[in-house]
C-alpha cells in the first residue's frame, strides 16, 4: 500500500439533536460511519463518534491526514479537533451531494430541529434557504407525535404507506397540528391515516415555508434523517410529481461532505498541524468553554473562548478586530 493510499480523512456534523462523523479513504469512499444523539453536549457527542470510528477501522494503518467540522457546533468541535476545515451546512450538503449526484439538480433536506433547501446547477449551489424557526416539518415533530401515538417514529414510513386515505391534518405549525392529531384520534380515524396524514403534513409544511419561491427541479436528492421515513418520501413524490431519491447515507451528506472537504486541504493542512490525527487526544484533554463580553466598542460582542487544559485554543463571535482573542502560544 502506497502513502497516499493509507490516507484517510474525517468529517463531523454535529447538529441539535444528532451527530455524525464518517472516515473517508483516498479513493473517497466511505470507510466508517457513526450517527448518534448529541444529547444536549456537543463536545462529548463528538468524542463518542471519535471513539465509534475510532473502532470500526484498523487504527494501525489507517492514517487520518485532516478532519473537517460542520453542523450548528462546527466551530467548537473543530477547536477540540484540530480542524483543517470548518464549514457550514450548505456548503458540506451540497459538496458531498454533488460528489455523488453529480446531475442533482435540486437537494432537500429535514433533521431534527431544522431542515434546507439547496437549489444546484453545473454542480454549483447556486440558491438555499433554511428553516430554525418552526419544528413543524422536522424529525422532533415527527417523534413527538409517535410517542403521543405509542409508536416507534422508525415504524412511521412503513405503516403510512399502508393507508389509504391520509388524514388532512392542518401543517401550518407544531401546535396547530397538535391540535388537529388529538381531533382526529378522538373522532376515530384509522391509525395508518393519522400516520400518513403526518407524513403528508411534513412534506407539505416544508414546500410551503423553506421551498416557498424555489423551483424543484429533477433530480432530487431527499436527505436527513427524515429521510428514512418512507411515508415522507411518497408524500413529496406525490406533491412535486416526480421521483425522489434517498442516497444510502444521504443522513451523513453534511459530514461526508465536509470529509472531502477536508482531503481537499489535506496537504499541508493536515490536523494537527499535519501531523496524523490520534483518535485518543479527546479523551487525555479537559475542555471548557468560556463566554466574554467584549467592551472595547458599541457592539459589546458575546464572545466564545475554548480552552484545553487551561490553554485557550480558539474563539469566535467577535464583529471587529478590537474583541479578537489569540490563542495560547
Known amino acids: 500500500m502506497s502513502e497516499?493510499?493509507?490516507?484517510?480523512?474525517?468529517g463531523i456534523d454535529i447538529g441539535s439533536i444528532s451527530t455524525k462523523g464518517v472516515i473517508i479513504d483516498a479513493n473517497r469512499s466511505i470507510v466508517a460511519r457513526s450517527y448518534l444523539w448529541t444529547e444536549g453536549n456537543p463536545a462529548e457527542a463528538a468524542r463518542r463518534v471519535v471513539a465509534d470510528l475510532g473502532s470500526q477501522v484498523?487504527?494501525?494503518?489507517?492514517?487520518?491526514?485532516?478532519?473537517?467540522?460542520?453542523?450548528?457546533?462546527?466551530?467548537?468541535?473543530?477547536?477540540?479537533?484540530?480542524?483543517?476545515v470548518v464549514?457550514?451546512?450548505?456548503?458540506?450538503?451540497a459538496v458531498g451531494t454533488t460528489f455523488?449526484?453529480?446531475?442533482?439538480?435540486?437537494?432537500?433536506?429535514?433533521?431534527?430541529?431544522d431542515s434546507k433547501i439547496i437549489c444546484v446547477e453545473g454542480g454549483v449551489a447556486v440558491d438555499y434557504a433554511m428553516n430554525t424557526l418552526c419544528a413543524a416539518g422536522t424529525g422532533a415533530f415527527l417523534s413527538s407525535q409517535a410517542h403521543r401515538l405509542g409508536v416507534e417514529v422508525e415504524e412511521f414510513g412503513a405503516i403510512a404507506l399502508t393507508s389509504q386515505?391520509?388524514?388532512?391534518?392542518?401543517?401550518?405549525?407544531?401546535?396547530?397540528?397538535?391540535?388537529?392529531?388529538?381531533?382526529?384520534?378522538?373522532?376515530?380515524?384509522?391509525?395508518?391515516?393519522?400516520?400518513?396524514?403526518?407524513?403528508?403534513?411534513v412534506a407539505?409544511?416544508?414546500?410551503?415555508?423553506?421551498g416557498k419561491g424555489k423551483k424543484i427541479v429533477a433530480p432530487v436528492v431527499f436527505q436527513g434523517g427524515v429521510s428514512k421515513n418512507a411515508g415522507v418520501v411518497q408524500a413529496f413524490e406525490d406533491m412535486l410529481g416526480m421521483d425522489v431519491l434517498v442516497d444510502p447515507d444521504g443522513h451523513l451528506m453534511g459530514a461526508f461532505g465536509v470529509a472531502l472537504l477536508a482531503a481537499e486541504a489535506a496537504p499541508g493542512a493536515g490536523a494537527g498541524g499535519g501531523e496524523p490525527f490520534d483518535f485518543d487526544a479527546l479523551n487525555t484533554f479537559e475542555f471548557a468553554t468560556r463566554e466574554v463580553e467584549c467592551q472595547k466598542c458599541a457592539n459589546h460582542c458575546e464572545i466564545i473562548c475554548v480552552y484545553r487544559n487551561e490553554?485557550?485554543?480558539?474563539?469566535?463571535?467577535?464583529?471587529?478586530?478590537k474583541g479578537a482573542i489569540k490563542p495560547s502560544v
Open 4 to 10: 497516499a493510499e493509507s490516507n484517510y480523512y474525517l
Open 87 to 93: 464549514k457550514n451546512e450548505i456548503t458540506a450538503h
Open 204 to 210: 407539505s409544511n416544508y414546500l410551503n415555508n423553506v
Open 165 to 201: 386515505k391520509p388524514a388532512n391534518i392542518a401543517a401550518r405549525c407544531t401546535v396547530f397540528a397538535e391540535s388537529d392529531l388529538v381531533h382526529k384520534i378522538q373522532v376515530g380515524y384509522a391509525r395508518e391515516d393519522i400516520i400518513a396524514g403526518l407524513c403528508r403534513a
Open 58 to 84: 484498523d487504527r494501525d494503518t489507517v492514517c487520518v491526514r485532516a478532519v473537517g467540522t460542520t453542523g450548528s457546533a462546527r466551530r467548537l468541535v473543530g477547536a477540540l479537533c484540530g480542524a483543517a
Open 311 to 321: 490553554s485557550l485554543i480558539d474563539s469566535w463571535g467577535n464583529r471587529c478586530d
Open 100 to 113: 455523488l449526484h453529480p446531475d442533482v439538480r435540486t437537494i432537500l433536506e429535514i433533521g431534527g430541529q
